[in-house]
């Protein structure tokens, strides 16, 4: 390790040595300025301390004033990409990277002892959420559709949501599910979209591997008849959708556990789209029904949900429904009479199964622990809601194997402008 610390420092230094020697990035007495437009004055050369994968070396670069506006700006620390920080490109993605699947603090000690590189824990907070924000706006200029890999017949979409812990700045006149009913979360949005070609030994449809792209934010999915647009997570949705050629597969599912904004939006998107409601949702219903029928833990419940759960899979709705209300004092039973009632036509699994049709929204409900969960609900993390979204993006940038792809385009932009 201390040869290898001696030789970073070394290369460092030989790089350092060679770029200062470079003085070509002083072009001339005076530069338009990128800020205002007004004749910016060549004042002399600033020295700036860089972070690099050799550690820190010292730059000398020209500096340009601008009496205009007040401001000055270095053209190489525009060449370089390093004009809004102190880290070199690299540098900043190996944060993007660990900012991307641990707590800043961990980053922080993963970027020492690894690469031997110190970036202070708030530096790594700041860093992430800066590249955060620059996927978020790619992600919104970016829908061309992915034509590299071939269609497959079928596609599936899960939408879902989960709370996650905020910072009570963001929380100020929420209503939420403490017994005061105040709020201690907001409800982030997950898009997922995959197919399920391949089969397990029972013929059941399997998810493909590599298939599962996610998009996802603190966004509302509500809108009003009299608006103009739709809302900011319908227009997420029909961006992700768009980038994965979902309208043009030839069958296409939409699952979700039953929440009325999901099918509102399923509806309103992607009107001829396959509703499913998720059957392990529904299972789940019927044995809490169960168990406030016939009481924690007995064999009765047991029989009594296992019985209902055959019904419901072989798509005999009618006997389910009957069962149910026959206990319908039951406030337990009622709800999940209700819930059946209303979703009748996205509980037809005798038909989906037939069809071969995925009926399970396992692939959402993992997506809600990847993105969300493992990352943004630790203990003692609450979050800004700007925070949150800019480390959703930058996690859903990475799982979904966009990440290269984006700063390929970001680089390509540095070097146009």
Not at 273 to 281: L, N
Not at 297 to 316: F, M, P, S, V, Y
Request: aromatic share 6%; charged share 25%.
């Amino acid at each position: 390790m201390a040869a290898r610390r001696e030789a970073l420092r070394v290369a460092g230094a030989a790089v350092a040595r060679r770029m200062n020697a470079d003085q070509s990035d002083r072009c001339g007495p005076y530069l338009p300025c990128p800020r205002c437009g007004g004749s910016a004055r060549y004042a002399g050369r600033r020295d700036k301390v860089l972070t690099t994968v050799l550690g820190e070396i010292t730059l000398s670069r020209a500096y340009y004033h601008c009496e205009r506006c007040a401001t000055g700006f270095c053209p190489r620390d525009r060449a370089l990409g390093t004009e809004d920080g102190s880290l070199s490109p690299h540098v900043l993605r190996m944060v993007g990277i660990v900012g991307a699947r641990v707590s800043f603090q961990e980053g922080h000690q993963l970027l020492q002892e690894l690469a031997g590189i110190t970036v202070a824990t708030k530096q790594v907070e700041r860093e992430a959420e800066r590249l955060g924000d620059q996927i978020m706006q790619d992600e919104l200029q970016v829908t061309e559709p992915d034509n590299s890999e071939e269609l497959p017949p079928t596609l599936y979409m899960g939408l879902d949501g989960t709370g996650v812990p905020m910072r009570a700045s963001e929380l100020v006149g929420r209503r939420g599910k403490q017994q005061d009913g105040s709020a201690k979360t907001r409800e982030a949005k997950l898009v997922t979209v995959w197919s399920a070609e391949g089969r397990d030994e029972q013929g059941v449809p399997v998810r493909d591997q590599g298939s599962v792209s996610y998009s996802a934010a603190i966004e509302s999915a509500a809108s009003r008849d009299t608006d103009k647009e739709l809302s900011q997570f319908a227009q997420r949705v029909g961006r992700e959708a768009a980038r994965r050629r979902f309208q043009q597969a030839q069958r296409r599912a939409v699952l979700g556990d039953g929440a009325s904004w999901i099918w509102n939006l399923a509806s309103e998107l992607f009107p001829n789209a396959i509703q499913i409601v998720d059957r392990y949702h529904a299972d789940e219903k019927l044995g809490t029904a169960g168990k406030a029928i016939y009481g924690m833990g007995t064999d009765l419940a047991r029989q009594w949900t296992h019985e209902r759960c055959t019904e419901l899979k072989a798509g005999n709705l009618d006997a389910v429904l009957s069962a149910l209300g026959a206990y319908f004092t039951v406030k337990e039973a009622r709800e999940c009479h209700n819930y059946i009632k209303t979703n009748r036509r996205r509980m037809r699994y005798d038909l989906f199964h037939a069809a071969g049709l995925c009926t399970s929204s396992a692939v959402e409900e993992s997506g809600c622990k990847r993105v969300f969960a493992l990352r943004l609900k630790q203990g003692g993390m609450f979050w800004t809601v700007h925070g949150a979204n800019a480390i959703t993006a930058l996690r859903c940038c990475r799982l979904s194997g966009r990440f290269e792809d984006f700063w390929e385009r970001r680089a390509a932009q540095r070097r146009a402008g």
